[in-house]
């Protein structure tokens, strides 16, 4: 890996959306791809309220700090923490938001908001808990920042050891969110 | 003649420091006894408490350690839990135990530890001189309550055999006195018991003994065992509060 | 690549946790305190697999004191906690250190003084290394800045303390506690016997052993201070560790654990902006590598302290530079941690004021 590669981003929730478990995923496929890589819940008083909050971040270099005030991108699954996290997206950054959940999104100069309807591609697989699923694949197929396989491959590694009835469906609900993506490009072409 | 009393062979020779009168040298006697009886002096470890009896490993010829104020059971905890067939037991006074120790033995009972704690009550804390301990009787007088202890200020003493035998972890409890012969024996044979206990694995055993303090009480030895008999054992009835279920 | 797929992604508490069983490590006491309980909670699923002891004691005092008992018993034992809990376990660590037995103690420092805050903090760097309980006495303090070296310190740790006979102190802070990094356990080449005769096991076929730490004789004690203190001796000649970058520069920043990771790539930024600055980073906080610092020492040379704290390390930074260099201080504390950004204006600023 020759090239300067830097990604960080915020992902949050609420506890249960499974927030920790995609950034623990986005983190583990890059690592297989030779990154370096941080992961770091939130462990604020946020934590208890019920939300849910973690970064990760990815470089071709060592990483100092794994906490980042200005995230590049920021993917939010509910409109607490867009209220919460939304500004603090830095400018020329994205927001990945779950619009099936947020209904007041603001306005963001600057920043490029791509809506994902995660928790209604979810419900329409049978299972709203892999919302989180569609988001990630929505955020690697429009930042490219690891390869859908790597993911797939870490998903198949995570859930081996006790859920494996589950990799299906999480599997399907990634490649859709990577699809709606996909489409819409083809349709408006840039975002 | 034949030899009918003689210094246990798990004491070292020395002379011991205690005050005349004071049920340490008692208890500390017996204690060894036991363990001679037992024959367990290669495989049981105790602890020394900060308090009169600090010295005890001057006495006691077995693998000792000297730990700090009340922590006897928490640090018996950690010994048990390394070495589970060995004999654990802890030596402490009222300050120790009931004071400063209170969290460590209640948890210890709790726990249901496999060790035996020797508790020394005396109503007062000896080796500092005779202040008022947790388990000093109302009216008594010490060195902090001179007037005489009043429960409204300083509050009520504390019946630890009643207290721990509510907990599940605790299988044998018995209170004793160390004042007269025939109590001396009951505490002999109670203290073998509590180590018998232990040694089949049935859980946490205490012996509560009312001693003498006649230094601390500021009494002669001969007043303090009449103390002892019409003012203590009164407050603190002696019997086994819990045996343990076989 | 090959290197990476042997790789495993842990957070730093799970990463000690499972270091120290790898040490040996059979018997953990402790109680719950935040940021560090994912190290409870995995000795609590792991001991029993290994067949060690995992026990919640009801207190860090109670916690600290199984430990003494434990490590008295001749057996390798941890706790963990966090500044409060660490503070209620003073005493024990005195007893334990006076008492010459070995351990490894975890201090996953967050904001205080008080009951704080419970983001990252360096806080209780003083504690740690000047002793916290009463007397003369000494942990030997290690402070990882990533997971990979919180595993390695915690394995290395349990071997210093066999050899010293001392508690050894893990320091590190929320962040590296709670983040997940790649790393890899590295395995033990040689197992070192260590002689453990003085373990407490049942007086058999041999004279009685006591662990005591009251020697009411003043010769006694003082020689028993001498005793133990020729360790810590022995500690500073062989025993420091500390990372050091482009030591030539004129600008040196002192930092250690999450700050030193932090400030590395601040220098990496001051460097592109053509400002060059070393680092010099403790690893082991007692024994303190002054060396490294008196050695490098000079009139051209600027030490820049970077603590989340109100200013601890910087007065052993002072002390090794022995006044042939400026020391400057620079703290974040309650918990807020210095960005990178915030790091390279300090420096900026610092490197252009006049000497």
């Not at chain 2, 350690?65 to 922590?71: P, T, W, Y």
């Not at chain 3, 024990?92 to 205080?112: F, W």
């Not at chain 3, 704080?116 to 303090?141: E, M, N, R």
């Not at chain 3, 600027?302 to 530079?321: C, P």
């Given at each position: 890996m020759s090239e300067d590669f830097y990604e960080d981003v915020l992902m949050a929730g609420y506890?249960?959306?499974g927030l920790m478990f995609i950034g623990k995923l986005l983190a583990y496929s890059a690592m297989t791809e030779g990154r370096n890589v941080t992961w770091i819940p939130s462990y604020g008083v946020e934590m208890r309220g019920g939300s849910a909050n973690c970064t990760v971040v990815m470089s071709s270099r060592s990483i100092g700090s794994?906490?980042?005030?200005?995230?590049?991108t920021a993917i939010l699954m509910n409109q607490y923490s867009l209220e919460k996290f939304?500004?603090?997206?830095?400018?020329g950054g994205f927001l990945f938001l779950n619009s099936s959940l947020i209904t007041q999104k603001g306005k963001r100069g600057k920043i490029v908001t791509i809506e994902v309807p995660a928790t209604e591609i979810a419900i329409e697989l049978?299972?709203?808990?892999?919302a989180n699923m569609s988001m990630l694949g929505a955020y690697i197929a429009h930042?490219?920042?690891?390869s859908k396989q790597s993911v797939i491959k870490a998903l198949r590694l995570i859930l081996e050891?006790?859920?494996?009835?589950?990799f299906k469906i999480n599997k399907k609900a990634l490649e859709m969110g990577c699809e709606h993506i996909e489409s819409n490009i083809k349709k408006q072409g840039a975002f | 003649m034949g030899i009918i009393f003689q210094r246990p062979s798990s004491m070292f020779p020395v002379h011991t420091?205690?005050?005349?009168?004071?049920g340490h040298g008692i208890v500390n006697r017996l204690l060894a006894e036991v363990i001679d009886e037992l024959e367990i002096r290669e495989q049981v470890i105790g602890t020394a408490p900060v308090?009169?009896?600090?010295?005890?490993y001057n006495y006691l010829n077995c693998d000792m350690f000297e730990v700090a104020h009340g922590r006897g059971p928490a640090v018996m905890t950690g010994f048990k839990r390394v070495h589970p067939d060995l004999v654990a037991f802890t030596y402490q006074g009222d300050g120790d135990l009931?004071?400063?120790g209170m969290a460590e033995v209640i948890h210890a009972a709790a726990r249901g530890e496999n060790i035996t704690v020797i508790f020394i009550n005396n109503?007062?804390?000896?080796?500092?001189?005779g202040q008022m301990a947790?388990?000093?009787?109302?009216?008594q007088k010490t060195t902090t309550t001179p007037?005489?202890?009043t429960c409204k200020i300083y509050g009520h003493p504390i019946r630890v055999c009643e207290l721990l035998s509510?907990?599940?972890?605790?299988?044998y409890i018995v209170r004793s006195a160390v004042n007269k012969p025939q109590n001396v024996i009951k505490t002999k044979k109670a203290i073998k018991k509590a180590f018998e206990v232990q040694m089949k694995g049935l859980g946490f055993s205490m012996v509560e003994v009312l001693s003498q303090c006649p230094t601390g009480w500021r009494m002669s030895p001969i007043e303090s065992t009449r103390f002892v008999e019409e003012e203590m054992i009164p407050y603190y009835p002696l019997g086994e509060f819990k045996q343990p279920k076989v | 690549m090959g290197e990476l797929k042997e790789k495993t992604l842990l957070t730093g508490n799970e990463a000690i946790a499972e270091a120290a069983i790898k040490a040996g490590c059979r018997y953990f006491f402790g109680y719950p305190i935040t940021p560090q309980n994912k190290i409870p909670e995995y000795f609590s699923k792991r001991l029993p697999e290994v067949g060690g002891v995992y026990l919640q004691a009801e207190s860090e005092v109670a916690a600290i004191n199984m430990v003494f008992g434990a490590a008295g018993a001749g057996a390798r034992v941890m706790t963990s906690s966090s500044s409060p809990g660490i503070s209620l376990m003073q005493e024990g660590l005195s007893y334990i250190a006076a008492a010459e037995l070995p351990c490894v103690i975890v201090n996953i420092m967050r904001g205080g003084?008080?009951?704080?805050?419970i983001q990252p903090a360096q806080s209780d760097y003083f504690q740690a290394t000047k002793?916290?309980?009463?007397?003369?006495y000494h942990l030997l303090v290690l402070a990882p800045s990533s997971v990979q070296e919180a595993a390695d310190l915690t394995m290395h740790a349990f071997d210093l303390a066999d050899k010293y006979r001392n508690p050894v102190m893990i320091l590190g802070d929320g962040y590296i506690g709670q983040m997940m990094e790649p790393m890899i356990f590295r395995e033990k080449k040689d197992k070192v016997s260590i002689d453990k005769?003085?373990?407490?096991?049942?007086?058999k076929g041999r004279l009685r052993n006591l662990i005591r730490t009251c020697y009411l004789d003043p010769k006694e004690l003082e020689q028993h201070n001498l005793n133990i203190h020729n360790k810590y001796k022995a500690m500073k000649k062989t025993e420091q560790l500390a990372e050091t970058l482009e030591?030539?520069?004129d600008i040196i920043i002192v930092a250690f654990g999450t700050v030193a990771r932090i400030s590395k790539t601040a220098i990496k930024i001051l460097q592109s902006k053509g400002l060059k600055v070393g680092l010099i980073r403790p690893i082991t906080l007692f024994p303190f590598p002054s060396s490294e610092i008196s050695t490098m020492a000079n009139d051209d040379k600027r030490f820049i302290v970077i603590e989340?704290?109100?200013?601890?390390m910087v007065e052993d930074v002072i002390i090794g530079a022995g006044g042939k260099s400026e020391v400057h201080f620079y703290g974040r504390t309650g918990g807020v941690v210095p960005t990178c950004e915030e790091i390279v204006r300090v420096v900026q600023k610092i490197a252009k004021m006049e000497s």
């Amino acid at each position: 890996m020759s090239e300067d590669f830097y990604e960080d981003v915020l992902m949050a929730g609420y506890s249960g959306q499974g927030l920790m478990f995609i950034g623990k995923l986005l983190a583990y496929s890059a690592m297989t791809e030779g990154r370096n890589v941080t992961w770091i819940p939130s462990y604020g008083v946020e934590m208890r309220g019920g939300s849910a909050n973690c970064t990760v971040v990815m470089s071709s270099r060592s990483i100092g700090s794994p906490v980042v005030a200005h995230p590049s991108t920021a993917i939010l699954m509910n409109q607490y923490s867009l209220e919460k996290f939304g500004s603090c997206v830095k400018v020329g950054g994205f927001l990945f938001l779950n619009s099936s959940l947020i209904t007041q999104k603001g306005k963001r100069g600057k920043i490029v908001t791509i809506e994902v309807p995660a928790t209604e591609i979810a419900i329409e697989l049978g299972n709203k808990q892999v919302a989180n699923m569609s988001m990630l694949g929505a955020y690697i197929a429009h930042l490219k920042v690891v390869s859908k396989q790597s993911v797939i491959k870490a998903l198949r590694l995570i859930l081996e050891t006790e859920k494996r009835n589950l990799f299906k469906i999480n599997k399907k609900a990634l490649e859709m969110g990577c699809e709606h993506i996909e489409s819409n490009i083809k349709k408006q072409g840039a975002f | 003649m034949g030899i009918i009393f003689q210094r246990p062979s798990s004491m070292f020779p020395v002379h011991t420091h205690y005050c005349a009168g004071c049920g340490h040298g008692i208890v500390n006697r017996l204690l060894a006894e036991v363990i001679d009886e037992l024959e367990i002096r290669e495989q049981v470890i105790g602890t020394a408490p900060v308090g009169c009896a600090v010295f005890l490993y001057n006495y006691l010829n077995c693998d000792m350690f000297e730990v700090a104020h009340g922590r006897g059971p928490a640090v018996m905890t950690g010994f048990k839990r390394v070495h589970p067939d060995l004999v654990a037991f802890t030596y402490q006074g009222d300050g120790d135990l009931a004071s400063i120790g209170m969290a460590e033995v209640i948890h210890a009972a709790a726990r249901g530890e496999n060790i035996t704690v020797i508790f020394i009550n005396n109503a007062v804390f000896g080796m500092t001189g005779g202040q008022m301990a947790p388990t000093t009787l109302p009216g008594q007088k010490t060195t902090t309550t001179p007037q005489g202890r009043t429960c409204k200020i300083y509050g009520h003493p504390i019946r630890v055999c009643e207290l721990l035998s509510t907990l599940e972890g605790a299988a044998y409890i018995v209170r004793s006195a160390v004042n007269k012969p025939q109590n001396v024996i009951k505490t002999k044979k109670a203290i073998k018991k509590a180590f018998e206990v232990q040694m089949k694995g049935l859980g946490f055993s205490m012996v509560e003994v009312l001693s003498q303090c006649p230094t601390g009480w500021r009494m002669s030895p001969i007043e303090s065992t009449r103390f002892v008999e019409e003012e203590m054992i009164p407050y603190y009835p002696l019997g086994e509060f819990k045996q343990p279920k076989v | 690549m090959g290197e990476l797929k042997e790789k495993t992604l842990l957070t730093g508490n799970e990463a000690i946790a499972e270091a120290a069983i790898k040490a040996g490590c059979r018997y953990f006491f402790g109680y719950p305190i935040t940021p560090q309980n994912k190290i409870p909670e995995y000795f609590s699923k792991r001991l029993p697999e290994v067949g060690g002891v995992y026990l919640q004691a009801e207190s860090e005092v109670a916690a600290i004191n199984m430990v003494f008992g434990a490590a008295g018993a001749g057996a390798r034992v941890m706790t963990s906690s966090s500044s409060p809990g660490i503070s209620l376990m003073q005493e024990g660590l005195s007893y334990i250190a006076a008492a010459e037995l070995p351990c490894v103690i975890v201090n996953i420092m967050r904001g205080g003084p008080g009951l704080g805050g419970i983001q990252p903090a360096q806080s209780d760097y003083f504690q740690a290394t000047k002793g916290g309980g009463h007397g003369d006495y000494h942990l030997l303090v290690l402070a990882p800045s990533s997971v990979q070296e919180a595993a390695d310190l915690t394995m290395h740790a349990f071997d210093l303390a066999d050899k010293y006979r001392n508690p050894v102190m893990i320091l590190g802070d929320g962040y590296i506690g709670q983040m997940m990094e790649p790393m890899i356990f590295r395995e033990k080449k040689d197992k070192v016997s260590i002689d453990k005769s003085w373990a407490l096991t049942g007086a058999k076929g041999r004279l009685r052993n006591l662990i005591r730490t009251c020697y009411l004789d003043p010769k006694e004690l003082e020689q028993h201070n001498l005793n133990i203190h020729n360790k810590y001796k022995a500690m500073k000649k062989t025993e420091q560790l500390a990372e050091t970058l482009e030591t030539d520069a004129d600008i040196i920043i002192v930092a250690f654990g999450t700050v030193a990771r932090i400030s590395k790539t601040a220098i990496k930024i001051l460097q592109s902006k053509g400002l060059k600055v070393g680092l010099i980073r403790p690893i082991t906080l007692f024994p303190f590598p002054s060396s490294e610092i008196s050695t490098m020492a000079n009139d051209d040379k600027r030490f820049i302290v970077i603590e989340m704290n109100m200013g601890q390390m910087v007065e052993d930074v002072i002390i090794g530079a022995g006044g042939k260099s400026e020391v400057h201080f620079y703290g974040r504390t309650g918990g807020v941690v210095p960005t990178c950004e915030e790091i390279v204006r300090v420096v900026q600023k610092i490197a252009k004021m006049e000497s």
